[in-house]
């Protein structure tokens, strides 16, 4: 049998994450639709053997968490469990303190995985890689540039046995372009150096006058006390992949994260993609689907305008008032460009435009004319008539007035380098505000035709003017 640890961390992390981490635990914020740690428990539920799947960290189980578990149990048909920690006690220091859960029922293996990643998670290539060759801990790593590489924990490997020879936690200088992803597969012999490590914080920290336990003693840093350490000694081992992999420490990396797992959803949940329907939403894109009364032109060097109008003929050529967006009007049905969520309660008129990358959530309401790209916009907010959302995350229950305009600067890694990875965002820089998302809190209200830009509004802000590169305390 096999179990799974999802490390969610607790509240007085994630301060980057902030405004949007307010409203609800970092783990629970909505990445293409869905929780952020759902995907993980969907990848832990797929492995076949697997039978809990157990969450630790330091929030209090209110009720998000507790709706969360009780949905995810029912729809994984899995025990989904939360193991509350006394006190924050780092990303080993959970994995020792609740040990005897882990292992209840003489688990084969478990799968440790960090809830701030964003992965295809190849967790059965993992245990396969395992079961070859057993060792107390198997690593996944990937590959990052030689800059970015010194913002992780860095491997330095064995190429023929994929031991791991050498770990340092984000190197001065450069020390290898393999990096730490943050999901691994531990035996059960992997606590006993848990357990070294605690015994020796409680020795270090224990004065002689002062009895019982020293209160750090249970804090354990997987990376710098037990990997760094053990590295070298033959029990520690990576396995690299060349999947998607990305890690979700602010809104704008949650917003690139969104964008991954919504292009994998085309194979691993298509269901979860807006789609075609008759008379509905469609998609403009390399290969459309067929739609009724389509006409597109003979101009192969040039991108075509489509048409569900058959009083347009070839030859004619369409009036000023009958073109939105390269399209010919009159246009009846919603279009997609790209990867689209839209959750089943959302309301969005058919001349609004979608994508790509847009995630819209529970009872959104889109209004006519509406373009929205790069987006999230979370559960209960409006986007008024001819509203443009670009790069950015509208909070819960936020208003966007018509015609006006709320856009941000993406911080994606350079598409023209395969191992860039997303920077470590600072928000700061020469005392001034960098471009960045936007991101406007919850029940946040942007009055009409105004333009917000680069900026972060904090929840319940009524904003009266146009606002550019600032923080709206």
């Known amino acids: 049998m096999l179990k799974a640890v999802i490390l969610i961390g607790g509240p007085q992390k994630g301060t980057r994450f902030r405004p949007l981490s307010f409203e609800v635990p970092k783990p629970l914020f909505p990445v293409a639709g869905v929780p952020m740690i759902q995907h993980h428990i969907e990848a832990c539920a797929q492995v076949p053997g697997m039978q809990e799947i157990l969450l630790i960290g330091f929030y209090q189980p209110d009720e998000p968490l ?28 959970g994995l020792y303190h609740f040990r005897d859960q882990i292992l ?21 290539a993992m245990l396969e890689a395992h079961r070859r060759q057993r060792h107390p801990f198997l690593l996944l790593g990937t590959t990052a540039n030689r800059t970015q590489s010194l913002n992780y924990g860095c491997i330095v490997e064995n190429p023929q046995t994929h031991e791991v020879l050498h770990y340092v936690e984000k190197p001065s200088t450069f ?33 002689e006058d002062s009895p019982g336990l020293w209160p750090g003693a249970g804090t354990i840093r997987l990376e710098q006390d037990v990997f760094s350490a053990l590295a070298g000694q033959g029990q520690i081992y990576v396995h690299l992949t060349d999947g998607i992999w990305s890690q979700i420490k602010s809104a704008g990396s949650a917003l690139y994260a969104s964008r991954l797992y919504l292009s ?12 075609h329907t008759p008379g509905g939403p469609w998609i403009r894109g390399t290969q459309p689907a067929p739609i009724p009364n ?10 075509g305008f489509l048409t569900s ?44 435009v979608l994508g790509p990358n847009v995630s819209i959530g529970k009872g959104v309401t889109v209004g006519e004319g509406v373009r929205l790209r790069e987006s999230i916009v979370l559960h209960g907010a409006t986007l008024q008539e001819h509203t443009c959302v670009l790069h950015s995350i509208v909070g819960w229950g936020s208003t966007v007035g018509r015609w006006a305009r709320v856009e941000g600067t993406p911080s994606d890694p350079n598409p023209n380098d395969p191992r860039a990875r997303m920077d470590s965002e600072s928000l700061f820089k020469d005392g001034k505000l960098l471009p960045a998302i936007t991101i406007l809190g919850c029940r ?27 923080i709206i305390l």
């Open 444 to 470: 946040v209200r942007i009055p009409a035709e105004v333009l917000i830009l680069n900026s972060i509004v904090l929840p319940h802000k009524e904003l009266s003017r146009s606002f550019t590169n600032q």
């Open 294 to 303: 389509l006409w597109l032109p003979p101009q192969p060097s040039e991108p």
């Open 104 to 124: 209840a029922g003489s688990p084969e293996a478990f799968f440790v995985l960090n809830a701030d990643v964003c992965s295809d998670f190849p967790l059965s």
């Open 264 to 275: 994998r959803y085309q194979d691993t949940h298509p269901e979860r993609l807006a789609k």
């Open 66 to 93: 507790t709706q969360f578990l009780e949905a995810a149990q029912q729809e994984f048909n899995l025990p989904v469990r939360y193991l509350q920690e006394f006190a924050p006690l780092g990303t080993g220091g």
């Open 309 to 352: 109008s058959p009083e347009l003929k070839p030859q004619s050529l369409p009036l000023p008032d009958q073109i939105r967006f390269g399209i010919f009007a009159p246009r009846a049905s919603l279009l997609l460009l790209g990867n689209v969520y839209i959750h089943p309660t959302a309301k969005v008129a058919p001349s609004a």
């Open 175 to 207: 020390i290898s372009d393999i990096i730490n992803c943050g999901i691994y597969l531990f035996s059960p012999e992997a606590l006993k150096p848990l357990r070294d490590v605690f015994q020796r914080n409680q020795q270090d920290g224990q004065l």
